[in-house]
T-cell receptor, first 113, second 109 residues
Framework: DAGVTQSPTHLIKTRGQHVTLRCSPI?????VSWYQQVLGQGPQFIFQ???????GRGNFPDRFSARQFPNYSSELNVNALLLGDSALYLC????????????FGPGTRLLVL | RKEVEQDPGPFNVPEGATVAFNCTYS??????FFWYRQDCRKEPKLLMS???SGNEDGRFTAQLNRASQYISLLIRDSKLSDSATYLC??????????FGAGTTVTVRA
């Protein structure tokens, strides 16, 4: 079975632009979480979606938004990009998103110039 | 105070050595605990879950001390392939995983 997939793998944008990142969870998983990892730090929670509903949101500005589709795939959108948004964006999937194990995709590496 | 704190290391050890490190968590209501491994520029991968009674998986042993709110990981007979960053992860029982910044381990020949 395929694991979590993310696209694109790498992306270069300039300040002020917007970006859309995509994630497909493991087959059978209904929950997708998004994390941001800047260099030298652990991943920071951005959002979790379960059954197309936002279940939780981390301490990120409203420039960050997400949604989940009926097939459980998900998009993360970031508007008005800042240099500080440069990071590895990780998607994780799990059955319900509660306290069980989450499995991570390979991430999208975003560079904002 | 950060939710999860780890000694960043690095721990530089020779092959065959034993290395151990801890992390502490601040929320006493935390319910699930994990160690993830992250190789350079790759995604985190689950190494092992951590249970109250402690658990072992091959050369890796994890312990949980709820009273003192710390988790430990011990690696025996270190291999070159164990070189990585080890992330301590805590779940409060809701949807959010809280990660430490990671402990870097380098195993040298």
């Amino acid at each position: 079975d395929a694991g979590v997939t993310q696209s694109p793998t790498h992306l270069i944008k300039t300040r002020g632009q917007h970006v859309t990142l995509r994630c497909s969870p493991i087959s059978g998983h209904k929950s997708v979480s998004w994390y941001q990892q800047v260099l030298g730090q652990g991943p920071q929670f951005i959002f979790q979606y379960y059954e197309k509903e936002e279940r939780g949101r981390g301490n990120f500005p409203d420039r960050f938004s997400a949604r989940q589709f009926p097939n459980y795939s998900s998009e993360l959108n970031v508007n008005a990009l800042l240099l500080g948004d440069s990071a590895l964006y990780l998607c994780a999937s799990s059955y319900t998103g509660a306290k069980e194990t989450q499995y991570f995709g390979p991430g999208t590496r975003l560079l904002v110039l | 105070r950060k939710e999860v704190e780890q000694d960043p290391g690095p721990f530089n050890v020779p092959e065959g050595a034993t290395v151990a490190f801890n992390c502490t968590y601040s929320n006493s209501a935390s319910q699930s605990f994990f160690w993830y491994r992250q190789d350079c520029r790759k995604e985190p991968k689950l190494l092992m879950s951590v249970y109250s009674s402690g658990n072992e998986d091959g050369r890796f042993t994890a312990q949980l001390n709820r009273a003192s709110q710390y988790i430990s990981l011990l690696i025996r007979d270190s291999k070159l392939s164990d070189s990585a960053t080890y992330l301590c992860v805590v779940n409060r029982g809701d949807y959010k995983l809280s990660f430490g910044a990671g402990t870097t381990v380098t195993v040298r020949a």
